[in-house]
């Protein structure tokens, strides 16, 4: 195994704390407990103008550094433009330091949505790869990008990416509270349960849930007014069988303003589905999705919310938002950082998840945080 250090910008400090204190609990790595943490291992200064400067507080010449990083709402409470800044400043000076691999661990990807070409504009996520290879990180681990093309901008001679499919933990999750085991699998889920896309474009990712629980699918379809932002003209609703006393799971990689969901549940409710969740990996939840998400709570159009934590939740927020059930996702990086630092496979990591399999296993049960 090679020698491995952990450590964070400001923004995911106590996310990489969490992550440190799994890993430790591995087998073959509680002894290099010691070494492995360094989570407090850069100093940032910051100047009068804005400006700042990344320090690396004690060596780290030949070792691989796992860099926790994210550029969205952060506990540090610090901008995206900062947090970025900050990330690269970090690349640098551990390159510097003379380490002699930089992964970089950013469990969700702020940019990711910035990842087409058009007409005299820019590609966020292509500037954010190309920085962050440039300067010498020779390998990205993120959860659930936003698309599967977003992967071919990184030259695999120069920095290779890891895409892990955050939804599998969802998909464990749901087994976890609501099914508890194969009988109610098969009674309740599979005839009584649908899952449903936010629009044509989510289609595959709902359809993975349908398929891993054997349940239905609906697609939504959306027109939008591209004559104003963020506005959706109407929706189609697309279902083999009746919504009627259906409960459904409405399936996103991400919630930022909730516009797109508050419209889909709207168009829903006349179709009289039993109950309505959501379920989405990257909570980002900018303003004003808290106020809609709350709203359609208190209107009864909204039962559960679930979450990871791959964006900072404060601990305040399901006070906010009610019903709001956030899932760590600590474990599954540690597995991760596990699998990259032995050598061996993430195969397990990345298959495709059934809910009768895993309700079968003996396989330990993940706990929410």
């Keep these: 195994m090679q020698e491995f250090v952990i450590t964070a910008t400001r923004s995911t400090r106590e996310y990489a704390s969490r992550v440190v204190k799994h890993i430790t609990q591995l087998p073959g790595f509680t002894e290099a407990a010691a070494t492995i943490n360094g989570v ?5 200064d910051c100047f009068a103008d804005g400006e700042l400067e990344v320090v690396v507080k004690s060596s780290i010449r030949g070792k691989t550094v796992i860099l926790f990083t994210g550029c ?10 900062e ?5 690269f400043h970090a690349v640098d000076a551990m390159k510097r330091s003379q380490a002699e691999k930089i992964i970089v661990f950013e469990p969700f990807v702020s940019c990711s949505r910035s990842d087409r070409t058009n007409h005299r504009g820019s590609v966020g996520l292509w500037v954010h790869f190309r920085t962050l290879s440039g300067l010498g990180a020779q390998q990205i681990v993120t959860y659930q990008l936003h698309s599967d093309k977003s992967k071919s901008m990184l030259d695999p001679t120069c920095c290779v990416i890891d895409d892990i499919p955050a939804l599998n933990l969802l998909k ?10 194969y009988e109610t699998l098969t009674r309740e889920v599979r005839p009584n349960w649908a899952f449903c896309s936010v629009d044509a474009g989510g289609e595959k990712l709902a359809r993975g849930f349908a398929n891993a629980f054997g349940a239905n699918l609906v697609v939504a379809h959306k027109q939008r007014d591209y004559s104003t932002v963020n506005k959706i003209e109407s929706i189609n609703i697309l279902s083999a069988v009746p919504i009627e006393g259906k409960v459904l799971w409405i399936v996103d990689d991400m919630i930022d303003t909730a516009g797109s969901v508050e419209s889909l549940i709207r168009a829903l409710e006349p179709l009289k589905p039993v109950e309505i969740n959501i379920i989405a990996v990257h909570p980002i939840l900018s303003p004003p999705a808290s106020r809609r998400l ?27 938002i009610p019903n709001l059930e956030v899932v760590s996702s600590a474990e599954l990086s540690a597995d991760v950082i596990g699998a990259i630092v032995s050598h061996s496979s993430m195969e397990k990591l990345l298959e495709v998840f059934d809910a009768e399999t895993y309700l079968k296993s003996e396989e330990p049960r993940r706990n929410k945080q």
């Design 40 to 44: 407090d291992l850069l100093h940032i």
């Design 72 to 81: 969205s709402r952060n506990e540090a409470n610090i901008s995206v433009t």
């Design 83 to 87: 947090a970025q800044i900050e990330l």
């Design 172 to 181: 464990r999750c749901l087994c976890d509270a609501y099914i508890h085991d």
């Design 294 to 320: 709350q709203q359609l709570s208190e209107e009864g159009l909204l039962r559960h919310i679930m979450v990871t934590d791959t964006v900072y939740c404060p601990a305040s927020l399901p006070e906010i």
